[in-house]
């Protein structure tokens, strides 16, 4: 709320001084379609480098697991303190660089966010501990909620096709909800470090194959765009025209050069207008500023293919109105 009367000043004075109105210019409109609201915990909110997985470290299961979160660069991003610093961080960078987010997580934490900046944010249900489909129905019914997502099957060693999610894809299906799913990798030693369920042929874009045979109305977006199992991605969305993907996670986390060989393929295979931009952001707000310098310094891509990654394409793909960003 308290950044409108900001906002206004700027197109004021950019009335009045031609110069000033150029350099004030609103940035093109950004969607982010993968944000988590999470509450912050002091103790566990630390600093972070981005693409910090350049180095996987070496160790050994009878040592101490290792730490792969690298602090140790000249910039690196700071986490937020409190719920607080993080709300007034996260929408005064959204507005900043004109930025939506689609996102998901704590409940409390949403509807705060929504509160204070409405305009920013779009809110997004995943399958909450032991949410019956009833409850799950009721919740997207409800209005507040426009996406279904962060469904992540994987952290369980469980497939996307599992029948015991089919009843909520049916659900969304029914409603027209867009619904992401993480199909990737999620960090270093995931399977033995931090997720002891969680399995990397999970991630495997062809899992999703039955799972779309039994819902052909439902629209999909593949979290981590698959990383890093390129060929089973285009696989996937040339039999599936429908399957979009996004770069969260993986475009802040790995080494740039693979981050951008990832990328580059998926667009020399065509597929330009079905990749969505997103961050995965957490707890560093800084990390958008990060994101959005890794798409637009991407010289394989023309300004036309950066505007469909930030914005076209998840405008077409959420059904959103373009004239609500201007
Ligand atoms: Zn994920």
Redesign the pocket.
């Known amino acids: 709320m308290k950044f409108i009367p900001a906002i206004l000043a700027i197109a004021f004075l950019g009335n009045l001084t031609e110069g000033f109105a150029q350099t004030e210019k609103k940035m093109p409109p950004i969607i982010d379609v ?1 944000v988590h609201a999470m509450k912050v915990n002091p103790g566990f909110a630390g600093n972070l480098c981005p693409w910090f997985l350049t180095s996987m470290p070496g160790s050994g299961p009878n040592q101490p697991a290792p730490s792969f979160i690298n602090t140790a660069c000249v910039d690196p991003l700071l986490a937020a303190k409190s719920d607080q610093e993080m709300q007034d961080a996260l929408v005064s960078a959204a507005e900043r660089l004109n930025v939506t987010m689609i996102a998901s997580g704590d409940a409390e934490i949403l509807h705060k966010w929504v509160q204070a900046a409405p305009d920013r944010f779009i809110p997004s249900i995943g399958i909450g501990p032991g949410m019956t489909v009833e409850a799950f129905r009721d919740s997207l019914s409800g209005g507040f909620y426009k996406v279904m997502g ?1 469904i ?1 099957p ?1 952290y369980q060693g469980m497939s996307p096709s599992d029948m015991s999610l089919d009843e909520y894809f049916g659900v969304a299906e029914e409603l027209g909800i867009p619904v992401g799913i ?1 199909m ?1 990798t ?1 960090g270093n030693g995931m399977a033995n470090i931090t997720s002891p369920n969680y399995r990397a042929s999970m991630g495997n874009p062809f899992l999703l194959e039955d799972m779309l045979a039994r819902h052909p109305k439902l629209k999909i977006w593949v ?2 765009a698959g990383y890093p199992m390129i060929d089973e991605m285009v696989a996937l969305m040339g039999a599936n025209a429908y399957v979009y993907v996004d770069l ?2 993986l475009i802040w986390s790995y080494p740039q050069d693979e981050i951008h060989d990832y990328l580059k393929r998926l667009v020399q295979a065509g597929f330009g207008k079905r990749i969505l931009y997103g961050t ?1 952001l957490m707890i560093w707000p800084k990390l958008l500023e990060t994101s959005i310098g890794l798409i637009q310094n991407a010289t394989y891509l023309s300004e036309d293919q950066k505007r469909d990654i930030f914005f076209n394409n998840a405008v077409r793909f959420f059904n959103l109105n373009p004239e609500d960003f201007k």
Request: a negative charge.
């Open positions: 993968h962060e992540a994987q993480h990737g999620g979290m981590h969260a996670g995965d």
